[in-house]
């Protein structure tokens, strides 16, 4: 898992690269990065699958 939800906050793991798939996908806004992130919207690239996103392991 990559992101993390708790009680007391959330967080990225280590094997995050930044990509921002999850703020970016969440379908309810529930991730911000920072207070930069609350009033903007969201992209998703029309041409990149959510399945073509999801890691393997």
Known sequence: ???YFSATGNSWGEDCTECLACLHL??????QYGKGTES???????????DEMKINK
Do not use: D, E
């Open 26 to 31: 969440c379908p309810v806004q529930a991730i």
């Open 1 to 3: 898992m990559i992101f």
């Open 40 to 50: 903007k919207g969201r992209y998703k690239n029309p041409n990149v699958s959510i």
